[in-house]
């Protein structure tokens, strides 16, 4: 039995499934006494240092966990659970850390961006019963903004490139800690949790040391789900967001089974965009929450959830918030969810009255689940003009010249599913939402949605030189050769696609073996099976 410490700040579901898959219970500690008769301990930290400091503190938490730390019984901390072992953070200067071990928790001042997100390697510096099984060149996934610096250097289990080294896991006796998520590392971090649980495995160290890592980038596939016309949730596909083929949706398989099957061939991230969001409100949308839930409980890497994420009033006049709508997304596995129509009213509204609100389904979102836990979902479509002063909007030049053979466009901002274009720019849109917190940019482009002509550069060049934050490149991919393309000629975090994966025309693995060698990614692995 695996006691788990919830201290109720955030969603623990996808620990709880990826040890629950791995044939252990876990018993969730809700009193002292639960910490201190714990046999193993697994400490999944979210939220921010301070605040979990403070309700450990309130709960009484904080003596019974140094008891057990000290007792020599098997501990895990994840992310912030491992930070906790630390004497203090600069997130949080005036609060103490347990204290377990010498050294502080600092934040990454460095020219890339932060958070650092993404699947990144590990540089192993000692032998341990959790590396059993592991090559040594796997990757793992990361999402945070500060990181351990141990006093002691012999306590630095492995170390992680990311303009600078830093300690990527600790490990003294039986408490280890992992900066990176093992939940969401795929087959890599189930490996590592199921050693970490079978404390009678030999330390080893891996047979591949890396002396460098890198940051992968990353291939998401996204699955847009609605109901069709007999009432079944499936995955459906539009072409430039049309998704009905003689007045029928089309049925491009179930969403459960697609995802799992996309995790197998190596998707790096899934997203689910529930379609008709804008228009059905998805707490009434039970099916779209059920998806969630069975699809985390067999998928192991970051799962995005969108469609409807805004305030909502149901036909009894009962308003929910969209942190509401979110956190029910969160309860059910999702690990960010995404944010479409609303981001464009949010930020029209904002530019309009110069007033941040504090909020909005960004800002609160945000705050309570951290920025990268906010995707912003774009939906723009390209508007030819004569010259670059023809119209007050971001306008690029363009060697895609328009129908009368204007040189020049920009991207309208669309909502509800592109049926009603605005005023706002793409551009305009993500440097404002990373101003109000989004974590990261979805960039869609409704011109070559389902056209396997490529992505759409200059657009992806646009936005990407607007904002810090992560840029996920969405819409036309047709070949291998695409990704490739927009990784070298655009500075995309990810790359996401839909319709080649569901005909099945390049899967997912085949698209990781072209890369392999020319961009960094993580390598398909064929026995994605745990
Ligand atoms: O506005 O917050 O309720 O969210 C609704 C979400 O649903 C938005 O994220 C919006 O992008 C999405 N959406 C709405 N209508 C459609 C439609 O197709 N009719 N899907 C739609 C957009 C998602 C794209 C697609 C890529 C790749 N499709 O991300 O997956 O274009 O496709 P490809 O590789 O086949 O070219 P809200």
């Known amino acids: 039995m695996i006691t788990l ?14 040890i629950e898959n791995l044939g252990e219970s876990v018993q969730i500690a809700r009193r002292p006494e639960e910490i201190a008769n714990a046999e193993k301990l697994i400490f999944p930290g979210v939220g921010a240092f301070g605040s979990m400091m403070q309700i450990l503190n309130q709960k009484g938490y904080i003596d019974p966990l140094r008891d057990f730390l000290q007792s020599g019984r098997p501990f895990f901390g994840i992310c912030l659970g491992m930070q906790a072992l630390f004497e203090t953070s600069e997130e949080a200067f005036a609060t103490e850390g347990l204290g377990i071990l010498p050294g502080t928790v600092k934040r990454f001042d460095i020219d890339l961006a932060v958070p650092h997100i993404g699947w990144n390697g590990i540089h192993v510096k000692k032998p341990s019963r959790i590396f059993n099984g592991l090559a040594g060149t796997e990757k793992f996934y990361f999402v945070h903004s500060y990181y351990v610096d141990p006093v002691d250097d012999a306590v630095t289990l492995t170390s992680t490139d990311y303009a600078i080294a830093f ?3 600790v490990q003294q006796g039986n408490i280890l800690g992992t900066q990176f998520h093992p939940e969401k590392s795929g087959r890599a971090g189930q490996l590592l ?5 079978a ?10 040391i890396r ?7 990353r291939i998401i596939a996204c699955l847009d789900v609605r109901s069709n016309d007999q009432g079944d949730l499936v995955v459906t596909k539009g072409d430039q967001y049309d998704v009905r083929e003689a007045g029928t949706v089309r049925n491009l398989g179930k969403p459960v089974e697609l995802a799992e099957r996309y995790y197998r061939e190596g998707a790096d991230e899934i997203t689910f965009l529930n379609i008709t969001g804008f228009r059905d409100f998805p707490l009434e949308d039970l099916p779209m929450i059920e998806v969630l839930k069975q699809t985390s409980k067999q998928v192991f890497v970051p799962l995005t959830i969108g469609g409807g994420i805004r305030d909502y009033t149901d036909a009894n006049g009962r308003t929910y918030s969209a942190l509401e709508v979110a956190a029910e997304y969160f309860r059910s596995g999702a690990d960010k969810v995404s944010i479409g129509s609303d981001a464009v009213l949010i930020v029209e509204e904002y530019l309009r009255s110069g007033q941040k609100t504090g909020k909005s389904a960004i800002e609160t979102i945000s705050r309570v689940y951290g920025n ?21 909007q971001h306008v690029i030049a363009t060697d895609i010249p328009g129908p009368s053979g204007e040189a020049y466009c920009w991207y309208q901002c669309t909502i509800k599913g592109g049926r009603e274009g605005r005023n706002l720019d793409a551009v305009a849109l993500a440097r404002t939402c990373e101003d109000l917190g989004a974590g990261e940019i979805l960039l869609n482009c409704i011109d070559k949605d389902g056209t396997n002509s490529g992505f759409d550069i200059e657009l ?9 934050i992560p840029v996920i490149a969405s819409s036309g991919a047709g070949n291998a050769q695409h990704f490739e393309e927009v990784f070298r000629q655009t500075a995309a975090e990810s790359a996401l696609a839909a319709g080649i994966f569901h005909r099945r025309e390049v899967p997912i693995d085949a698209v990781k073996t072209y890369l392999h060698g020319k961009v960094e990614i993580r390598p398909p692995d064929l026995t994605e099976n745990c």
């Open 167 to 169: 300690a990527s896991s």
């Open 193 to 197: 949790l199921d050693n970490f649980l």
């Open 372 to 392: 990268q836990a906010v995707v912003i979902s774009v939906d723009p479509r390209r508007v030819y003009v004569p010259s670059p002063d023809a119209v007050p």
């Open 460 to 468: 992806i060049n646009a936005v990407k030189q607007a904002v810090t």
């Open 5 to 18: 410490l919830d201290y109720g700040a955030g969603n623990v579901r996808s620990v709880i499934n990826a």
């Open 211 to 217: 002396t460098e890592t890198k940051l992968a980038k």
């Open 199 to 208: 404390v009678d495995r030999d330390k080893v160290t891996p047979p591949d």
